[in-house]
C-alpha cells in the first residue's frame, strides 16, 4: 500500500515543471480559498457569543454588532471563493495547453514506427480526457486537497479549544476516514487507470469505424464493428462499476462516521451543560464546527478519487513523452550545397523495422544522378517503401548510409532535408481544410499563383475548378468526397508545390484512370526534368518515364539499367512487370 502512495506521489510530481511557472497563482488561490473557509469555520464562534451573551443574559443591545460581524464573515467568504475561482482559471488552462503542446509536438517528432505500434485513439484520448482531467486536478482537486486538509486540522484545533472532550470525540471519528482513504486509494487507482485504457480502446473502434464507414457499409461489416464497439463497452462499464463499488464503501463511511462524531458531541455537550461544565453556546457552536466541516471531510474520499484518475491520466501521458525521439537533427548540422544538386546515394543500405530481427534491405548499393529519375521495382514486401523512406528520414539505416550530393542524410538538419525531399505516398493521406492549404503542407509558396502552378502539375486543376468554391473548397475528412484519382493528384501536387530538388513518389499513378494517367505523366515529364526522382513503380507506364529501372529482390538491388535493357535481358524484370502491372494491361515494349 505505501509503494502504491509513492508511485501515485512520484507520478504526479512529474507535474511539477507545468506548474512551476504558475506556482504563484496557485498559492493565491489556495491561501484565498483557505482564508474563505476560516470565515465560515469563524460563524460558530460568534454564534457562540451571540447564545451565551445576549441570548443567555437577556441583553441584546451587543446583537447587531454580532450579526453584522456574521454578515461580514459571509460576505468575505463569497468574495474570496470568487476571488479563488478567477485566479485559477487561466492557469489551469495554461498546465493544460502547455501539456497539450508538447504531446503534439512529442507525437510529430516521434518516427513512424511509433506510430504504427500506437492506436490512434490511445493518443486522442490522451490528448483529450486525460488533459482535461489534469486541468481539473489543478483547477480545484490540487487547492482543495491543501485548503481542505487544513481547515479540518484548524478546525479539530477549534473543537480543542472550545472544548477538549468535544474534540476528542471529532478526532476519534476522523482516524478511521484515514485509514480508509488510504485503502480506498490503493483499489480505485487500479480501476482508474483500467478505466482510462478501456476509453482509448473505445475511442479508436469509434474512429476506425467513421473513417472506414464506406468499407463497412460495402461488406456488411457495421454488426461485426458494432459487436466490438458493444463489448468494449460493456467491459468500460464493468470497470466503472468497480470504481463505484469502490468510491460507494467510502463515500458511506464519510458520511456515518460525521454523523456518529457529532451524535458523540451531543452527548457529551448534554452532559456538560447538566453538569455545569459547558455552556450551551459552547456545544452549539462545536456542532456548527462539526456540521461545517462536513464537506472538507466528506470531500476527501472524491477528491482522493480525482488525485488517482489524475496521477493515471499523468501517467498515460508521460508514457508518450518517455517515448525516444530516434530521428532528430544533429547538434551541429551540415549545411547542403547551394543550390541543392540533388546527387543521391544508397551505400551498403541496411534497414530492419524495430523490434524485428529480419532486415528487409541487406545492402543496397544504388546511384541516382543529378536530374536523374530511377524507377525502383520489386515484388511485394521487397522493401521499396522502406527504402524511399530513409531518404527524406521517415526511418533510418540500420547500416550503411544514405548521402545527398554527398553528406549523409542523418547529418543534414531534418528540416532542411524534408524542405528539398519532396514525397508523394501511394496512400494520400489529405487533411480536412482547403485544397489550397492541403497543397501547401508541401512548403511551397501560399500564393494563388503557386498553388494553381501545383495542380496544373498535377493534372488536378480542372477538377479543382469544379468544387463548389474551388481551391478554397474544404475537402472534408481524409478528402473521402473526391475519387482515389482525384487525392492522388492533390498528393503529387503537395508534394511538388515547394519546388524539391528531390522528389520520392510511391507509385503515384495508381488511382489513376488511363486517360488521367496520361496527362499526369505528360506532367510528370516536365517535372522530373528538373529534378532527382526515386520513384516506386507497379506499371510500365511509370516504369517509362524513368531514366533507369532498379529492380530490388532479396534486400538488395539486382539488376540496373533501361527498361528497355532490362527488358529485352533480365527474366525477373520482365516477371515483375507481367505480375504487377494491372492484368488486363500489356507489358509496353
Known amino acids: 500500500m505505501n509503494d502504491q502512495r509513492t508511485s501515485t506521489a512520484a507520478t504526479l510530481r512529474r507535474l511539477w515543471p507545468y506548474l512551476r511557472p504558475v506556482k504563484n497563482p496557485i498559492a493565491v488561490s489556495t491561501g484565498a480559498a483557505v482564508l474563505a473557509m476560516l470565515c465560515g469555520l469563524g460563524i460558530p464562534l460568534v454564534t457562540q457569543r451571540v447564545v451565551d451573551g445576549p441570548i443567555a443574559h437577556r441583553d441584546l443591545s451587543a446583537l447587531p454588532w454580532l450579526i453584522g460581524l456574521v454578515l461580514a464573515l459571509g460576505l468575505a467568504e463569497a468574495l474570496l471563493f470568487y476571488t479563488r475561482r478567477k485566479v485559477i482559471a487561466r492557469p489551469a488552462s495554461t498546465v493544460e495547453l502547455a501539456m497539450r503542446t508538447d504531446l503534439y509536438t512529442r507525437l510529430q517528432a516521434l518516427p513512424v514506427s511509433f506510430h504504427d505500434r500506437w492506436q490512434s485513439g490511445q493518443l486522442l484520448s490522451r490528448a483529450t480526457s486525460d488533459l482535461t482531467t489534469v486541468r481539473r486536478f489543478v483547477a480545484f482537486v490540487l487547492v482543495f486537497l491543501l485548503v481542505n486538509t487544513t481547515v479540518i486540522v484548524i478546525g479539530l484545533g477549534v473543537l480543542f479549544w472550545l472544548s477538549p472532550l468535544l474534540g476528542l470525540v471529532a478526532l476519534v471519528s476522523t482516524l478511521p476516514l484515514i485509514a480508509l482513504s488510504y485503502l480506498f486509494e490503493t483499489r480505485y487507482k487500479v480501476a482508474a487507470r483500467l478505466s482510462q485504457d478501456q476509453v482509448g480502446d473505445l475511442t479508436t473502434t469509434v474512429e476506425e469505424s467513421v473513417l472506414g464507414i464506406r468499407v463497412l457499409k460495402a461488406f456488411g461489416r457495421g454488426p461485426h464493428l458494432a459487436a466490438r464497439f458493444q463489448r468494449q463497452a460493456r467491459e468500460l462499464r464493468g470497470t466503472e462499476l468497480v470504481k463505484v463499488r469502490v468510491f460507494a464503501a467510502l463515500w458511506a463511511a464519510l458520511l456515518v462516521l460525521p454523523e456518529l462524531s457529532i451524535a458523540g458531541q451531543l ?43 489524475t496521477a493515471a491520466a499523468v501517467e498515460r501521458y508521460f508514457e508518450v513523452l518517455d517515448e525516444p525521439v530516434a530521428i532528430t537533427s544533429p547538434p551541429s548540422p551540415k549545411p547542403l550545397a547551394t543550390p541543392v544538386r540533388g546527387h543521391l546515394r544508397f551505400e551498403g543500405v541496411r534497414f530492419g523495422h524495430p523490434g524485428s530481427d529480419d532486415e528487409v534491405l541487406r545492402g543496397v548499393d544504388l546511384e541516382v544522378r543529378p536530374g536523374e529519375t530511377v524507377a525502383l521495382v520489386g515484388a511485394t514486401g521487397s522493401g521499396k517503401t522502406a527504402l524511399t ?84 473548397t474544404r475537402i472534408g475528412e481524409q478528402g473521402l468526397s473526391l475519387s482515389g484519382g482525384q487525392r492522388q493528384r492533390l498528393a503529387l501536387a503537395r508534394a511538388v508545390a515547394g519546388r524539391p530538388a528531390v522528389l520520392v513518389l510511391d507509385d503515384p499513378l495508381s488511382a489513376l484512370d488511363v486517360h488521367t494517367e496520361a496527362e499526369v505523366e505528360a506532367a510528370l515529364r516536365r517535372v522530373l526534368r528538373d529534378v532527382t526522382a526515386l520513384v516506386v513503380a ?50 509496353r515494349v
Do not use: C, K
Not at 501511394?426 to 501547401?440: M, R
Open 267 to 309: 452527548a457529551v455537550g448534554a452532559f456538560g451543560i447538566t453538569s455545569g461544565t459547558m455552556t450551551a453556546g459552547t456545544l452549539i457552536a462545536a456542532i456548527a464546527v462539526s456540521a461545517y466541516l462536513r464537506w472538507p471531510v466528506d470531500s476527501i474520499g472524491w477528491l482522493l478519487s480525482e488525485t488517482n484518475q
Open 389 to 472: 523512406a530513409l531518404v527524406p528520414r521517415l526511418a533510418d539505416v540500420t547500416g550503411g548510409r544514405v548521402t545527398l550530393d554527398g553528406v549523409d542524410v542523418r547529418e543534414l538538419d531534418l528540416a532542411e532535408l524534408r524542405r528539398v525531399v519532396g514525397t508523394a505516398f501511394e496512400e494520400p493521406v489529405l487533411f480536412s481544410a482547403s485544397v489550397t492549404e492541403n497543397v501547401v503542407l508541401g512548403g511551397g509558396d501560399a500564393s494563388p499563383h503557386a498553388v494553381r502552378e501545383a495542380l496544373r502539375v498535377a493534372r488536378a486543376e480542372e477538377f479543382v475548378d469544379a468544387l463548389p468554391w474551388g481551391p478554397d
Open 538 to 587: 507497379h506499371r510500365s507506364s511509370t516504369v517509362q518515364l524513368a531514366d533507369r529501372v532498379a529492380v530490388l529482390s532479396g534486400g538488395r538491388i539486382t539488376a540496373i539499367g533501361t527498361h528497355r535493357e532490362l527488358l529485352a535481358g533480365n527474366t525477373e524484370y520482365r516477371h515483375l512487370l507481367s505480375t504487377l502491372a494491372d492484368e488486363d494491361e500489356e507489358v
